[in-house]
């Protein structure tokens, strides 16, 4: 069964950072490209980043590059999200979801396979 457990969130102030965790399991996760999406208080889905299977390549939303770094450790099948620079807009339920191939399936669409999510941590920045 695959599982996503998501972990690292907590009340921050403006300026500051947190780090993201996705323990994973169930399935090679060295195989798979990753993803971390963020919703918002009253708002849609919104894509953040994502990094293929090796590690070697990632994209970032425009609001978060710059101040998110995504990484993963394939030996400890885990997924990070480094923040800084955590602004009040970025208060959001995170969660990591797994692709189904080592890549991302659309450079038109992030979201173009994804098959599972975890259960999301929430970030508060606020001062």
């Known amino acids: 069964e695959v599982q996503l457990v998501e972990s690292g969130g907590g009340l921050v102030q403006p300026g500051g950072s947190l780090r993201l965790s996705c323990a994973a399991s169930?399935?090679?996760?060295?195989?798979?490209?990753m993803s971390w999406v963020r919703q918002a208080p009253g708002k849609g889905l919104e894509w953040v980043s994502a990094?293929?299977?090796?590690?070697?390549?990632?994209s970032y939303a425009d609001s978060v590059k710059g101040r998110f770094t995504i990484s993963r450790d394939n030996a400890k099948n885990t997924l990070y999200l480094q923040m800084n620079s955590l602004k009040p807009e970025d208060t959001a339920v995170y969660y990591c979801?797994?692709?189904?191939?080592?890549?991302?399936?659309?450079?038109?669409?992030?979201?173009?396979?994804?098959?599972?999510w975890g259960k999301g941590t929430l970030v508060t920045v606020s001062s």
């Open positions: 169930g399935f090679t996760f060295s195989s798979y490209a």
């Open positions: 990094i293929n299977s090796g590690g070697g390549s990632t």
């Open positions: 979801a797994k692709y189904n191939g080592p890549t991302v399936g659309s450079d038109y669409d992030p979201y173009y396979g994804m098959d599972y």
